[in-house]
Nanobody
Framework: QVQLGESGGGSVQAGDSLRLSCAAS????????MGWFRQPPGKERAFVIA????????ATADSVKGRFTISRDIGKKTVYLQMNSLKTEDTGVYSC????????????????????WGQGTQVTVSS
């Protein structure tokens, strides 16, 4: 089993920055993709960004390209989501997730494909 725990959410103003963290524990090794997803109020959960744990390859949703980046600290088994130039439409519950992947490229973006999920953290961006 793999456990994921997010932290760093909060309420900010449009244009501000915020960094989320996701710490992994349990039976996790290097053969994973770690992703961030978000669910705006009244909408479905959607892919934001993901990273391949072994290679560092990343995949990013068009809506956040140039503003959001993902990174990992292998020793701490932690993934970070740096969010800059936040917009009101970035509001939602942000969840990190993990999927087994022996490849070197982020393989999947569909939420349904990811096996392990954190509890989520709220991000609210006001104008």
């Amino acid at each position: 089993q793999v456990q994921l725990g997010e932290s760093g959410g909060g309420s900010v103003q449009a244009g501000d920055s915020l960094r989320l963290s996701c710490a992994a524990s349990g039976r996790i090794d290097s053969n994973f993709d770690m992703g961030w997803f978000r669910q705006p109020p009244g909408k479905e959960r959607a892919f934001v960004i993901a990273i391949n744990w072994r290679s560092g390859h990343t995949a990013t949703a068009d809506s956040v390209k140039g503003r959001f980046t993902i990174s990992r600290d292998i020793g701490k088994k932690t993934v970070y989501l740096q969010m800059n130039s936040l917009k009101t439409e970035d509001t939602g519950v942000y969840s990190c997730a993990a999927i087994y992947n022996r490849g070197l490229i982020v393989a999947r973006r569909e939420p349904s494909a990811y096996t392990y999920w954190g509890q989520g953290t709220q991000v609210t961006v006001s104008s």
